[in-house]
């Protein structure tokens, strides 16, 4: 307990921040009081530094070296600006690095970001910070545009109110290959951290008060403008996009302005954003999880679109990087798995590009729908690693998507998901449905027509105590389930070996012989054990109704063999 007393106390005179310090010093008087509560929470603090890795940092705010705090982001920044420094010296390549900074409306996002600024620029590199708070594609796109070396987003995504996060892009002079202006892979995680590791005391890290430059609007024109492109020209298709009825949501995100702008400037003018949740708000006052996918998150933009009778819902996360749609589908109002409308998107994508060398991506754990549409069209297709630090590196990728509502739909601009363009594109595939007086339920029903029926669901075990995440793997892996839904199960593979070319990651994958499919995973960014569960059922005919029944009884019998599997 001293060793623990005395790297608090150490902590406290290194924190740069009167707030942080105060709130360890109050913990800290508490253990030393012999609060059994306080000394448990101080050893949390104090468990280890929070693991910088490919999704950056992400965790709770508060003080210590387990937690977002400034002291912590201020090392992670000496880290990378000392990692850029030496990146360049080996290219052979003089002069500072150009850094883009962005940062969302989270608690304590714009000192972040301010504080990666001061280091960057007293490291001699060039800062140049978005102008406000805006969404992870704005800063994706910047990074591009301004052919900056690196790109640095402060936002947590979807997380909880009491988190905040740090995403890393390489580009520029440093990354020049298909993953240039995309989140950072292995081995650039492990360079940037190990320079984190070594940096002695935040006492130690120069910080500049000033010579960072803060950028103009124009950055945020240029991503509207470009965007609003990728829909074509609006002229032929304005009284269309006019007729559209829009139902918003950026759930208390930043990415209310820029979409509606996007939308706009595309010819849709009959938008209505759920008032509640339009401005930004840090503590997410309206819902328990900020995250389109989690229940009741929805909930007042489904009742907005039945009050006014929209054609489309549509749902940002909070840093707008996710897209989540919602449509009427046997008279009631059901949002779209993230699979469906990811084969959306692609057939609509595939369908316009000429046959050849462009490739279609979505990560393995995704459905394998849009490997059927991109031979279909004469398309290439890739699966990935599960994110788009994997998604955005495929060469000659046209569309790429991921289930968890990731989009990339113009991969030219955005090396990431992107759910400001993914809402575009899906609005307008809306409005030309409408125009022919049809909709995504009907196009949902095309794809079966074609493809078969692709029906996937998930199933998840949540765990306080992070050992017993290795142990359900381990123990998975010794002893997979020999059925699946009633049929044999025909494939097991330790995906840690490889799997279908890609490189090693924890995970299993189980293939019946009625071709359902599981893959089972820790998550990279929540304490859970995802499973992902597909089956493929063939039309006979047209009768798309029998099909999707027989998916969902198998889809039942599926999700309880897994549960059972999983112990949960």
């Not at 105060?22 to 913990?27: C, D, F, G, K």
């Not at 984190?196 to 010579?211: H, L, M, N, Q």
Request: with cysteine; hydrophobic share 45%; glycine share 10%.
């Amino acid at each position: 307990m001293e060793e623990l007393l005395a790297r608090a106390e150490a902590w406290i005179e290194d924190d740069p921040d009167d707030v942080t310090r105060e709130e360890l010093t109050a913990v800290l008087e508490a253990a030393v009081g012999g609060s059994a509560e306080a000394l448990a929470d101080l050893e949390d603090r104090f468990a280890g530094f929070l693991e910088f890795g490919t999704a950056g940092l992400r965790g709770r705010i508060g003080a210590g070296p387990n937690r977002m705090n400034r002291a912590v982001v201020i090392r992670a920044a000496a880290g990378l600006a000392r990692y850029l420094t030496d990146a360049l010296a080996e290219l052979g390549v003089e002069g500072p690095a150009r850094v883009a900074i962005g940062y969302d409306a989270r608690h304590g996002s714009h000192a972040f970001a301010l504080d990666t600024a001061a280091v960057m620029t007293a490291a001699g590199h060039e800062a140049l910070l978005l102008p406000r708070a805006l969404p992870t594609p704005v800063l994706a796109f910047a990074t591009r545009l301004l052919d900056a070396d690196a790109g640095v987003m402060v936002t947590a995504s979807h997380n909880p109110p009491q988190d905040n996060g740090y995403k890393v892009y390489l580009g520029g002079r440093v990354v020049t290959d298909e993953g240039q202006g995309a989140q950072i892979v292995p081995p650039y995680d492990a360079e940037i951290a190990s320079r984190i590791a070594a940096v002695p005391a935040v006492a130690a890290v120069p910080r500049s008060t000033e010579g960072w430059r803060v950028l103009g609007e124009g950055v945020v024109d240029d991503y509207v403008a470009q965007v609003a492109e990728i829909g074509g020209d609006v002229a032929p298709v304005a009284e269309r996009r006019a007729a559209t009825r829009i139902v918003l949501t950026p759930l208390h995100g930043v990415g209310g302005e820029t979409v509606e702008r996007v939308l706009r400037a595309a010819g849709f003018t009959d938008l209505h954003t759920v008032a509640e949740q339009a401005e930004p708000d840090p503590d997410f006052p309206t819902v328990d999880f900020p995250n389109p996918e989690e229940k009741g998150a929805i909930d007042l933009a489904l009742a907005l679109a039945t009050s006014v009778g929209a054609d489309v819902m549509i749902a940002n996360d909070p840093d707008a990087d996710r897209c989540a749609v919602a449509t009427v589908i046997d008279g009631a109002w059901t949002m779209l798995h993230g699979d469906v409308v990811g084969s959306l998107l692609g057939e609509r994508i595939a369908s316009s590009t000429p046959a050849g060398a462009h490739v279609l991506a979505n990560s393995i754990v995704s459905s394998q729908q849009l490997g059927a549409i991109a031979k279909a069209h004469g398309l290439g297709h890739a699966n990935t690693l599960t994110g788009f630090k994997w998604i955005g590196r495929t060469p000659r990728m046209v569309f790429g998507y991921e289930e968890a509502l990731g989009y990339c739909v113009a991969p030219d601009l955005v090396r990431d998901k992107d759910g400001v363009s993914a809402a575009l594109l899906m609005a307008d595939f809306v409005s030309e449905l409408k125009a022919g007086g049809r909709s995504l339920a009907d196009a949902i029903d095309d794809l079966a027509r074609a493809y078969g029926v692709y029906l996937t669901s998930q199933v998840s075990a949540r765990y306080a105590d992070l050992a017993e995440i290795p142990a359900t793997m381990s123990r998975l892996m010794s002893a997979p389930p020999a059925t699946l839904a009633g049929s044999p199960v025909v494939a097991t593979d330790d995906m840690s070996q490889g799997f279908r070319g890609l490189p090693g990651t924890t995970g299993l994958h189980l293939a019946a012989e009625s071709g359902a499919r599981v893959i089972v995973r820790p998550s990279g960014t929540e304490p859970k054990v995802k499973a992902y569960l597909e089956v493929i059922v063939p039309v006979e005919g047209d009768d798309v109704a029998g099909a999707k029944g027989a998916a969902a009884t198998t889809m039942e019998l599926l999700r309880a063999d897994v549960t059972a599997a999983l112990g949960i």
